[in-house]
């Protein structure tokens, strides 16, 4: 149903390839979920942005990458995505239990106490059976997703405990472990370690001068193909 919406927008017109509205914000919620976009549709993403990644990736980077700039450039779309599919409402799967919010392992369970005397002989030995019992995942709580939210509950802003005191009433300021994102981004710590795999000689300094802003056009082309988007779909349904 839902084919590739954000995927089918890249590059393309301001236009959604759908037949009603009732299909088109059924496309836009599936599109502004992120995290939850289905595995194909990601994939189709993706593969735009590696395309586009391609068109755009500045000469010293592909000089760097030599012949790995193909996986250099599918690992910088793949987290380039993510980061971008990471939202103070998103949520993604945990990774403990694969979404199941129950571990699963095989425990002995006592399924009758037997019956033993007094005086400690035993009439009846107690019944154990080994089966395989599923235990609320802890890392999730058993919902089997995680938020991506930042500490200041998705808002952004915090309490500036410092200017509340002086000036008496409650002040607020930017969280600065989101910088007002309210979630938290893929550090692009991951980014580099990843492309250092590849590409064994690439050194910090260079990662941040040359790799880094091209990384970050990446992110936001996909913030900027949502907006386009979210235009196209008022434009639809008006
Ligand atoms: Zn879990
Ligand atoms: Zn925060």
Redesign the pocket.
């Known amino acids: 149903m839902i084919y590739g919406v954000l995927g089918a927008l890249f590059g393309r017109e301001h236009r959604l390839a759908v037949s009603s509205p009732q299909e088109a914000r059924f496309g836009m919620a599936a599109f502004f979920a992120k995290n939850d976009v289905s595995e194909q549709d990601k994939f189709g993403t993706v593969e735009a942005l590696t395309q586009y990644a391609r068109l755009r990736v500045p000469k010293l980077v592909a000089k760097a990458a030599g012949n790995k700039l193909g996986q250099c450039l599918v690992i910088l779309s793949k987290m380039a995505f993510e980061d971008y599919a990471r939202s103070a409402a998103s949520t993604c799967q945990c990774s403990e239990c694969k979404g199941k919010g129950l571990i699963y392992g095989m425990k002995e369970v006592e399924k009758h106490p037997g019956i033993i005397r007094a005086d400690g002989v035993v009439i009846i030995e107690p019944w154990i059976e080994t089966e395989r019992v599923g235990e609320l995942c802890q890392k999730c709580n058993g919902k089997g997703v995680l938020s991506n939210r ?3 509950k ?3 802003l ?1 309490l500036d405990e410092e200017q509340t005191a002086l000036q008496g009433v409650p002040v607020h300021k930017i ?9 938290s981004k893929v550090p692009s710590s991951v980014a580099y370690a990843a492309i250092k795999a590849y590409v064994p000689d690439l050194n910090e300094r260079t990662w941040r001068r040359n790799w880094k802003p091209f990384y970050q056009t990446l992110v936001e082309k996909c913030h900027s193909e949502e907006k386009r988007a979210e235009i196209a779909f008022n434009a639809v349904t008006k």
Do not use: L
């Open positions: 930042c500490r200041c998705g808002r952004g915090v969280c600065p472990r989101c910088a007002g994102r309210g979630y």
